[in-house]
């Protein structure tokens, strides 16, 4: 069984802000959200996607919570998809409650999400922060009003805070998210291949810091033009780096 595990958010669905530079005029709509189109891709990558999970045991990996990752259409519902960074095994689904106790078991091992948390809300008050939130008592995150209004400083601060506690801290676009230590994409994917008895390959794809160590442990990966990864410069072993960046990235994951 070859396992393909592939993050959602720029890598192969888009919102108008991630679409990019693009000669496409029409994408389909793969995901509405208060009556709105919010989420895209190419017709095409929505026929390659639907052909590779024909192929391959597919398994979407989000840091998404359920409610948000099953707004998303996809061909159809995968038999496994890692919500919440990893943290959630829905099975054709529905939620694995044993897999959420052993989450928890392991995300015990940092600091409460209370204490990282209260590193966000001691900001939530400023003029350049839109909102703090916490998902499904796993982790959190911070919304800027605007990518540009993030204080490098505070990021930087932020990163040791929470590194202190046993967490760690991604920034992707206007969202900073802070996450424990355990509970993570490449842990999930481990756990899920251990679970099913899997040794076929493990393919991936992603775009954020929160994706690197799915990318690396992946036998090969892939990892779009653009995005946290690649404004790093981030390269590892196996991991390729598609020809286009914006919307036809999703395409060039999908070939």
Not at 126 to 144: M, P, T
Request: contains cysteine.
């Amino acid at each position: 069984m070859t396992l393909v595990a592939v993050d959602l958010d720029r890598t192969l669905i888009y919102s108008p802000a991630a679409v990019g530079e693009s000669e496409v005029s029409a994408l389909r709509v793969v995901e509405m959200y208060d009556g709105a189109p919010l989420s895209r891709m190419t017709d095409r990558a929505w026929g390659l996607l639907t052909e590779l999970m024909d192929l391959t045991e597919l398994v979407p990996v989000t840091t998404r919570s359920r409610e948000q990752y099953q707004r998303v259409e996809l061909p159809r519902v995968p038999a496994y998809a890692l919500c919440t960074n990893g943290g959630t095994l829905l099975v054709d689904g529905v939620p694995d409650l044993s897999w959420r106790a052993e989450s928890f078991d392991i995300a015990a091992r940092s600091a409460p999400l209370a204490e990282a948390s209260a590193l966000l809300e001691a900001v939530a008050d400023e003029g350049w922060v839109k909102f703090v939130r916490s998902v499904e008592d796993l982790f959190c995150y911070l919304v800027a009003v605007e990518r540009s209004a993030l204080p490098a400083a505070w990021v930087a601060g932020l990163v040791e805070s929470a590194e202190a506690l046993g967490w760690r801290v991604s920034v992707q676009g206007r969202k900073v998210y802070l996450v424990p230590d355990g509970i993570s994409k490449e842990s999930g994917v481990i756990r899920l291949r251990q679970r099913l008895g899997s040794d076929g390959p493990v393919l991936a794809a992603g775009d954020s810091l929160l994706d690197a160590g799915m990318l690396a442990a992946a036998d090969h990966a892939i990892r779009p033009a653009h995005g946290e990864l690649h404004d790093a410069g981030w390269e590892s072993a196996g991991v390729t780096v598609t020809g286009r960046a914006g919307v036809l990235a999703g395409e060039d994951v999908l070939d």
